[in-house]
């Protein structure tokens, strides 16, 4: 087989670099930051394939259009709104992603941030480190109980299930809602379909685990946290524009809800003065949801055999757009 042109957006974990460069000819951007749009379109005007990271590389008409030889997008990552999927398939390039090997991850952060915003580890953390701890008040950081609490789970996908599982260790009751209720889920995980409007009346908690789509953007608006308990937390493990950033903001001014916990943002990167830090009961992180050792080394992993199997002309173990086989 004849050596392809592949261009990797960043120093991914190992083994993935190694295994594709064993067999083609690799390009790494060695950047501590994202290259710019500017760079990137330059870079891939030759290549057969990209190794790209869901968070920082778009793959849109403009990007594909720029890339004449591109054969395969395989994504470190699970989520693929980053890639205009309908116009690669139209032109016949594969797209890829990584799911499975992220899901436990994953899920075990969103309980970290629901565990964590529930019991004010951050500002308890903050009160230490200011100096301000006097001495034990029975009113001090005085949070919301995890246990027997009721959470709904907006999608239930593989993260959306993973969660569910360890809600039921700690007694919760579970909603969800999704596109299309999962009735053979609901027995084993115990737990029941609510429309959106009823989960966001009745959660405790509410975690966002649903894939962002046109439907999707904005989901959780101003009359979305309307209709929250003003005791409500709620967690974003999915993508930042699924919460309109605004409506959250008027939410925490406005005492709306407990608190929020979101390990995704809108924008990406956010900036250290940007008015949502204002709040000290908003944990946020930088999407680093599947940020393990072990976790990125599967990704890693899992996006190069994707990506080799793409480029020898078989079927990858991932394959977002099997319609693009046929073309
Ligand atoms: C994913 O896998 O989609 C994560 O959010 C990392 O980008």
Redesign the pocket.
Known sequence: MSQKHVLLSWRFPTPGPEMVAAEHEVAIWEGDQPMSRQEFLHRISNVDAVFV???TEVLDREAIDAAPHLRCISNF???YDNVDVPYATSRGILVCN?PGV?TETTADHAFALLLAAARRLMEGQAYIRQDRWRGWTPTLLVGQEVNGARLGIIGLGNIGTAVARRAKGFNMITSYWSRSPKPHLEIELNITYETLDELLGHADFICITVALTPETRGLISDRAFSLMKPEAILINVARGPIVDRHALQRALEYGRIFAAALD?TDPEPLRGDDPLLQFSNLLILP?V??ATQRTRSRMSELAARNLLAALAGERPPHLVNPEALRR
Do not use: D, K, M
């Open positions: 990271s869901n968070a990552g699970v989520g990584t992220l995704v999407h949801g599947s």
